[in-house]
Antibody
Framework: QVQVVQSGAEVKKPGASVKVSCKVS?????MHWVRQAPGKGLEWMGG????????LYAQNFQGRVTMTEDASTYTSYMELSSLRSEDTAVYYC??????????????WGQGTLVTVSS | DIQMTQSPSSLSASVGDRVTITCRAS??????LNWYQQKPGQAPKLLIY???SLQSGVPSRFSGSGSGTDFTLTISSLQPEDFATYYC??????????FGGGTKVEIK
């Protein structure tokens, strides 16, 4: 049985950084991160590409986000720096399934609410 | 980036209705299209991958079709637990994965 468990809610001040963790069991550790601002849609942030072993970052987050993985503990981390109010959102990690026609996000964590407020 | 446009943005339907949601890509994405369901306060759930493949455990009333730029998610007979928001997502461009804006299915 696959389980994806994320760290708890965070409150940060503008300009600070946040690091969210995501522990997976029963699945390969190749996580992607997706965020959702309050009342808004889903936005892909980046993740590990299992086909070439590289970490991909969405252009909107280049230079501000770092995604790492600790294979020994099956834990993935997403760190976002220089936080601003617009970064207030629920951050999800998700596993990646591989199909002939592209990859898909099959198992999701419960989400981590990050609130950026002075 | 490839833009994904869903229509309608919301719809009202009754239990038992056949519901169709459309997703259009700004360029051809072959069959690199996935569908997700999200209920309030919950994480998204994968329904359909590669345009028409049903994810394990998803009821057969859900189906997906299409290729190129135009795709459809169909719920053959809407059930009470299907009231949710649905998102499409393209995986054709792995450096820039994008989601549609969502379609909210509400009770009529």
């Amino acid at each position: 049985q696959v389980q994806v468990v994320q760290s708890g809610a965070e409150v940060k001040k503008p300009g600070a950084s946040v690091k969210v963790s995501c522990k997976v069991s029963g699945y390969e550790l190749s996580m992607h991160w997706v965020r959702q601002a309050p009342g808004k849609g889903l936005e892909w942030m980046g993740g590990f590409d299992p086909e070439d072993g590289k970490t991909l970052y969405a252009q909107n987050f280049q230079g501000r986000v770092t995604m790492t993985e600790d294979a020994s503990t099956y834990t993935s981390y997403m760190e976002l720096s220089s936080l601003r109010s617009e970064d207030t959102a629920v951050y999800y990690c998700t596993t990646v399934g591989i199909a002939v026609a592209g990859n898909y996000f099959d198992y999701w964590g419960q989400g981590t609410l990050v609130t950026v407020s002075s | 980036d490839i833009q994904m446009t869903q229509s309608p943005s919301s719809l009202s339907a009754s239990v038992g209705d056949r519901v169709t949601i459309t997703c259009r890509a700004s360029q051809s994405i072959s069959s690199y299209l996935n569908w997700y369901q999200q209920k309030p306060g919950q994480a998204p759930k994968l329904l359909i991958y590669a345009a028409s493949s049903l994810q394990s455990g998803v009821p057969s009333r859900f189906s997906g079709s299409g290729s190129g730029t135009d795709f459809t998610l169909t719920i053959s007979s809407l059930q009470p637990e299907d009231f949710a928001t649905y998102y499409c997502q393209q995986s054709y461009s792995p450096l820039a994965l994008t989601f549609g804006g969502g379609t909210k299915v509400e009770i009529k």
